[in-house]
């Protein structure tokens, strides 16, 4: 495709769940993204993708968070036992190497994760 | 203290008037700058990318960054309604390579 795709658009899932969100990134793009989006928070790193392995996974907010990476390409995001404070968009992007001088983010549409 | 600092508004303006959206940073290892335009429910994207201190003009946009003061803005001449959207500024650590936001400044361009 042309751009970031992500799935759903939209999730509502009941406290203590688990989801799985979907990230596939631009053709040809090596580096991966997840970022958070709060109300008024600004975009949060959570964890990105050199190829299949992730050197910083700092920006997890807790071991409820996990993600993977295959085959160089698509990435899911899985929150175990979700709650309400996990409640934001998950916002994935792309680029041609990582975050370096010449490989600006490209961002996809997000996820918006609401936990009742 | 925030690393990157963003006033997020919101800014009201009339139609055809002059834009300026500004960000401040505190660490001298950021180096590359870019401004993102995200819609209501859309993902950022990008809409100006520079390295060095100056003026970089595209349309009606202009993006200044001036290291000296660790301080970048972006212009918008002659604003329209379709400019209503969220600026956010980012910025690029070279010592980590991460990639850094500022909360993003809400406009909204009256006709």
């Known amino acids: 495709g042309a751009g970031v795709s992500q799935s759903p658009s939209n999730k509502v899932t009941e406290k203590g769940k688990d989801v799985e969100l979907r990230c596939d990134p631009i053709s040809g793009h090596t580096a991966l993204y997840w970022y958070r989006q709060s109300l008024g928070q600004g975009l949060e790193f959570l964890i990105y993708?050199?190829?299949?392995?992730?050197?910083?996974k700092s920006g997890l907010p807790s071991d409820r968070f996990s993600a993977e990476r295959t085959g160089g390409s698509v990435s899911t995001l899985t929150i175990q036992r979700t709650q309400q404070e996990d409640s934001a968009v998950y916002l994935c992007?792309?680029?041609?190497?990582?975050?370096?001088?010449?490989?600006?983010?490209?961002f996809g549409n997000g996820t918006r994760l609401t936990v009742t | 203290q925030k690393e990157v600092e963003q006033d997020p508004g919101p800014l009201s303006v009339p139609e055809g008037a002059i834009v300026s959206l500004n960000c401040t940073y505190s660490?001298?290892?950021?180096?590359?700058f870019m401004w993102y335009r995200q819609y209501s429910r859309k993902g950022p994207e990008l809409l100006m990318y520079t390295y060095s201190s100056g003026n970089k003009e595209d349309g009606r946009f202009t993006a200044q960054v001036d290291k000296s003061s660790k301080y970048i803005s972006l212009f918008i001449r002659d604003s329209q309604p379709s400019d209503s959207a969220t600026y956010l500024c980012a910025m690029i650590n070279s010592n980590t390579g991460k990639l850094i936001f500022g909360q993003g400044t809400t406009l909204q361009v009256k006709p």
């Open positions: 992007a792309s680029s041609l190497a990582f975050q370096g001088g010449n490989s600006p983010l490209h």
């Open positions: 993708f050199q190829g299949n392995s992730a050197p910083d």
């Open positions: 660490n001298s290892a950021f180096q590359y």
